[in-house]
């Protein structure tokens, strides 16, 4: 086998971020997908996002699953950490991950097959006790890696390359982590990379369960007519709820936008998320109306891309649960056994 080696020079005049990294350092190997594969787009919107927002890659841990989906963390921040957990399983390893040490960035890339179906309960709960993460789910509604089953996410009526109907409701994942506690949800398309970067960028910086449902088309099994999840359906069904930017909060940059244009949503960092309204009377900080509002283009076979939900007072697991605000993978043998007194004053206030 033959494997293909980027070259590790780079041109002196690719621009820098503050960190002095060329976008170039955040990529990793070459991909082995299909041509096309709108993964690829999405990788390229991580190493975009990731060398605008100045994160050193050092910082970061991805994690994914099984799938075609779950073989991009390959493709993007070579120099971050990285583990390749189970088929559905993801989320767990994610979680422990983060109790362990939550000085790291954690980003879990997952597919539509991964969290839907045998993961669906580990994304359920990863959702509702707001592990600080940003879930992406790369969603093109077959099982690729197994020649293009339907998924758990296929629309009802969509065919399959060769003519089957699918006849089962479809999981909106979406839907899903709404419903589930998630407080900053979104759903954009890997071919739309000026929706998405931005988006990407908004989820890092967002504390708490962040989670992005990527439609990216199979080019291999699900990009044909009568697909709901092809190029072409998504481009002309696509239902953009806002306009967006990303804002990272410095001395430089001030806000000043017209009233009833724009909605902020600070982030914990300082960083901001400005919103440009399509809809004037879209709220994204309504979580019931956000539910209603993917459900009501849903019947009318609309695909609503953009922030659909944003908390920005939402906490995390660390806060609910109280822990140390350092790294608990450091604590030394005082802080993890405090002895005999204080074992039997926890025994004490159980009994």
Request: charged share 20%.
């Amino acid at each position: 086998m033959t494997w293909l080696a980027k070259p590790t020079l780079h041109h002196p005049s690719l621009p820098t971020n503050r960190l002095g990294y060329t976008r170039r350092d955040y990529e990793g190997r070459v991909s082995t997908l299909c041509a096309g594969c709108g993964h690829d787009s999405i990788s390229a919107a991580i190493i975009q996002a990731c060398w605008e927002l100045d994160v050193e890659p050092h910082r970061v841990a991805k994690l994914s699953g099984i799938g075609c989906s779950s073989k991009t963390p390959d493709y993007f921040l070579g120099n971050s950490h990285g583990f390749n957990s189970v088929h559905g399983r993801m989320p767990s390893v994610l979680t422990g991950a983060n109790l362990a040490n939550r000085e790291l960035l954690y980003l879990g890339v997952s597919g539509d097959g991964d969290s839907a179906s045998i993961g669906l309960g580990q994304f359920a709960h990863a959702m509702r006790r707001g592990v600080d993460m940003t879930y992406i789910v790369e969603n093109n509604g077959v099982y690729g890696l197994t020649k293009g089953q339907f998924s758990a996410t296929a629309d009802r009526g969509s065919k399959s390359k060769r003519g089957a109907v699918n006849a089962d409701s479809a999981i909106d994942l979406v839907l899903l982590a709404l419903q589930l506690g998630a407080t900053y949800v979104a759903r954009s398309f890997s071919g739309d990379k000026a929706q998405l970067v931005p988006l990407v960028k908004g989820s890092i910086a967002h504390r708490g369960a962040a989670f992005i449902d990527v439609i990216s088309p199979c080019v291999a099994f699900n990009n044909h007519a009568g697909s709901t999840r092809s190029y072409d359906y998504v481009r002309a069904h696509n239902e953009a709820v806002n306009r967006i930017d990303f804002i990272p909060k410095r001395g430089e940059i001030t806000a000043d936008y017209p009233p009833g244009e724009v909605t902020e949503v600070t982030q914990h960092d300082g960083s901001v998320l400005r919103l440009r309204k399509l809809a004037p009377d879209f709220d994204p900080g309504d979580r019931i109306a956000a539910m209603n509002y993917v459900m009501a283009h849903q019947a009318r076979g609309e695909i609503v891309t953009g922030l659909l939900f944003a908390d920005p007072d939402a906490g995390d697991l660390h806060q609910r649960l109280g822990t140390p605000a350092g790294a608990m993978n450091r604590l030394d043998e005082a802080a993890l056994c405090p002895g005999a007194a204080m074992l039997e004053r926890i025994n004490a206030s159980l009994r």
